[in-house]
């Protein structure tokens, strides 16, 4: 072995909505509007995503299932690619995401999958901002990462090509 590296990731936890600041509570308050209208029919757990743009305008969007489950895609990537095609040059500044489960109180934070990870990223990447993460979901804490990159490290992006 050459050497080790430790790479550490930071989260503010928030107790309550409340307790975010103002912009970070509007868009988590869109997210939680938007899971209500998510199309979850197999899954029955219900996402919502809301997008803040530089330019004050905030997407959302929400998971969308499919018979043939994976055809569906989960909320972040709805919501950020809707921004992304309808605003192209505008940069986003945060994401709020939000969850609600018909079958089960949730007991963390809700956290985005792999996938969405890696397309976030890519928007970071693009304008070259980090974007901030404000994941809701659970009766309890809100956790809050700076970037999408805190939330994966060595992401592969348009620099390892
Ligand atoms: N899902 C999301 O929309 N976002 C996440 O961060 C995690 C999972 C969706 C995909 C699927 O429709 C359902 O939640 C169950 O996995």
Known sequence: ???????????????????????????????IKAAERAYAPYSNFYVGAAVLLANGTIVT????E?????????????????????FPKTKIIAIAISAKSMHKTLKSALSP??????????Y??????????????????????????NLLPLAFTNKSL
Do not use: T, W
């Not at 969007?61 to 969308?64: A, D, E, K, P, R």
């Not at 659970?138 to 999408?148: F, L, P």
């Open 66 to 86: 499919n018979a043939a489950y994976p055809s569906g895609l989960c909320a972040e990537r709805v919501a950020i690619f809707h921004a992304a095609s309808q």
């Open 113 to 122: 999958c792999g996938a969405c990870r890696q397309a976030m990223s890519e």
């Open 1 to 31: 072995m050459l050497k080790k590296i430790i790479i550490s990731s930071e989260f503010e936890i928030y107790n309550s909505i409340n307790e975010l600041n103002a912009s970070d509570k509007k868009l988590l308050k869109q997210a």
């Open 124 to 149: 970071e990447s693009k304008f070259n901002s980090p974007i901030k993460l404000i994941m809701g979901g659970s009766k309890k804490e809100i956790y809050v990462s700076r970037s999408v990159a």
């Open 61 to 64: 969007g929400n998971n969308q």
